[in-house]
T-cell receptor
Framework: DAGVTQSPTHLIKTRGQQVTLRCSPI?????VSWYQQVLGQGPQFIFQ???????GRGNFPDRFSARQFPNYSSELNVNALLLGDSALYLC???????????FGPGTRLTVT | GQNIDQPTEMTATEGAIVQINCTYQ??????LFWYQQHAGEAPTFLSY????GLEEKGRFSSFLSRSKGYSYLLLKELQMKDSASYLC?????????????FGRGTQLTVWP
């Protein structure tokens, strides 16, 4: 079975631009969570969706938004990019909550 | 807020046993995850403890004491490929949610 997939793998944007990151969960998984990981730190929780409903939001500004589609895939949008948004963005899927979450390979975002 | 504490770095030699400790203070605790993360890669799931006690899975074991807010990951018969960051992550949010809060990770270096 395919694992969690994310696209794109790498992305370079300039300050003020907008970005959309995509995630496809493991087949049969209905929950998707997004995390941000900056170098040297553990992942930080951004959003969680279950059955297409937002179930939680971390301490991130309103520039960050997300949604989950009927096929359980998800998008993370970040507007008005700042240099500090440079990080590895991880998507994790789970069959349901609060069971184990499996991570995708991540999208490496660089903001210049 | 959530507070997770684990050692920043540990070293050990091949074939040895190492124990990585984690203490946490959280609200709405569901259980505790351990993940392994190699440099530049996504975290991979190692274990999930819900009840107190020891869970054994091959060379890896994980222990949880809910009353003490304490967990450890035990790695036996260390191999060079075990050199990685080990992330302790309490799952919080009650029975229907499962957002993970990560510590900064313990960087384990295994020497020949």
């Amino acid at each position: 079975d395919a694992g969690v997939t994310q696209s794109p793998t790498h992305l370079i944007k300039t300050r003020g631009q907008q970005v959309t990151l995509r995630c496809s969960p493991i087949s049969g998984h209905k929950s998707v969570s997004w995390y941000q990981q900056v170098l040297g730190q553990g992942p930080q929780f951004i959003f969680q969706y279950y059955e297409k409903e937002e179930r939680g939001r971390g301490n991130f500004p309103d520039r960050f938004s997300a949604r989950q589609f009927p096929n359980y895939s998800s998008e993370l949008n970040v507007n008005a990019l700042l240099l500090g948004d440079s990080a590895l963005y991880l998507c994790a899927s789970s069959v349901r909550l609060p069971y184990e979450q499996y991570f995708g390979p991540g999208t490496r975002l660089t903001v210049t | 807020g959530q507070n997770i504490d684990q050692p920043t770095e540990m070293t050990a030699t091949e074939g040895a046993i190492v124990q990585i400790n984690c203490t946490y203070q959280t609200s709405g605790f569901n259980g505790l995850f351990w993940y392994q993360q190699h440099a530049g890669e996504a975290p991979t799931f190692l274990s999930y403890n819900v009840l107190d006690g020891l869970e054994e899975k091959g060379r890896f074991s994980s222990f949880l004491s809910r009353s003490k807010g304490y967990s450890y990951l035990l790695l036996k018969e260390l191999q060079m490929k075990d050199s990685a960051s080990y992330l302790c992550a309490p799952s919080v949010g009650g029975s229907t949610l499962g957002r993970l809060y990560f510590g900064r990770g313990t960087q384990l270096t295994v020497w020949p």
